[in-house]
């Protein structure tokens, strides 16, 4: 149909028709649905497995806490399965009531996300809707993965003897290890001495309470980059790549001498001349409809950089490309590519891929100004004036070129920077404040579960350290030094953990309207590192208070 269509109006100067998929307008929404639904994907996947290895972790540990009730269950005749099922459904309950908070907060930011998305595009009606068979989905996968979460824990509590379980764990193996020689000329205080050796001799343990600070972290550094990478987008896109104040675009190519003209207007500082001409670009079976830009050799106002936002220098001869647009076409530096004007007089040419350059906003085809005129057989012309304006004259300025009657349009970069920060923060920023907000409430849940328990475990060992002689500070040295250590550990694994975590989110992010760089600051580090920290404080403060407060008769009264 489109080729009939174009046959039939190519008389009128029709520059072809096309379908509702190459419509700038439908590329946007398109591109930005499908990152709703990426984001909608990947962060509950990474969210939900990092909850499923913490609830492993506290689990297990919470199990150890109860061996002994265990043992008495089992000893009153209680089977394997009525203990397992007793945890499990522990497990359960507090997967459900997580599926019926989380389900409240979906309903509420769904309508608030709708209701934004219809202002925004003036859409008539966007109603929220929530699908049976979806609610069916998460409750089964919520549930599933809790389950899974806890399922060894569980297991290990079924499977325990009644007369293993009515005794303690059994002693570790003392002994040496080459850590403790290589730390031996360093004179430790007692207390310290018994932190190292509380670690060194639980490896399995310290690395579970390692990397689940470590997934606190992580989690923590995925909901923040984001800050930075849209940081970086606007900084390239609007600070360094567009450095003009307008873009002028004319109805017809006009001769580049109307330049001149332009600069003598009152109010213009300086002004660049450049040609957009829709083209379809082919290779082999693969095909993209878009543009392509000639530049001039000296652009100052607006140039192609690379990822390090140094500028790219156009080639001789041939065409630039962007990195996107390279792969969508399957195109390497040296291969060739069909380029069909669809304008002026309809060239059909084939023209080498000269660079390939990176791009963080849209893709492209770049060529010198003076080449796309040749190869399209026109002369020195343009239909696009960058324009960098007075800031007393912009005003003025604006209304000339609305009411000039050559002009098509008009594009602020203001304007366009406003637009572009008022869809990111409405949409892509929200999205990203609430996953950073998940990520403290997990970080602080990990924490305070771990010293917690840890308490829980330790109680015993802990008074029986008071009735020695030791004072409540050097007790509480022993269970808070210990988490110190565990959180500093913790702490630079988690940003690793975290980075590569990052890096499949930009992966998954990339369409034709924007890609995402994966740009992590020193800010956002240490953001991460004090969401740890100060929930360790936070819950360090609360065991201090109850070891303070320790009865030490009821902690050492025998299970007997």
Known sequence: MIEALDRLLDRYGVTGAFARSDQFSHRFLNDELSQLKTMATVFPAIFMTVAMFLLNVVINRLINTQRDIIAILKAFGYSNGQVGWHYSKLVLTIAVIGLFLGLLLGVWTGRA??????????????????????????????????????????HKAAALPPAEAMQPEGPTRYRTGWIERILAPIRFSQPSRMIIRQLLRRPGRTVLSVMGVAMATGIVLVGNFQFDSVSLMVHQQFARVQQQDVTASFIEPCNASSLYTLQQQPGVRYAEGRRVVSARLIHEHRQWRGSVTGMPEDARLQFVVDQNMRAVPLPAEGLLLTDFLARRLGVNVGDK???????????????????????????GAYARLGVLNRVTGDGPVINQALLNLAPDARGSVYRELREAPGVLGISIRQAMLDSFYDTLAKTFLTFTFFNSLLGGVIAFGVMYNTIRISLAEKGRELASLRVLGYTHNEVSHILLGEMAIIVAVGIPLGWLIGQGLAQLIVGALETELYRVPLTITGQTLGMSATVVVVSALVSGLVAWWRLRNLDLIAVLKTRE
């Open 113 to 154: 996300l709708g209701e934004m998305y219809m202002d925004y595009y003036r859409f008539p009606g966007l109603l929220f809707r929530m699908d049976p068979r979806w609610l069916i989905v998460l409750a089964v996968g919520t549930l599933g993965v809790a389950w899974l979460g806890g399922w060894q824990a569980i």
């Open 337 to 363: 590519v069909r380029v069909q004007f669809l304008e002026g007089k309809r060239k059909s040419i084939s023209m080498p891929v000269a660079g390939i350059s990176s791009e963080l906003v849209g893709v």
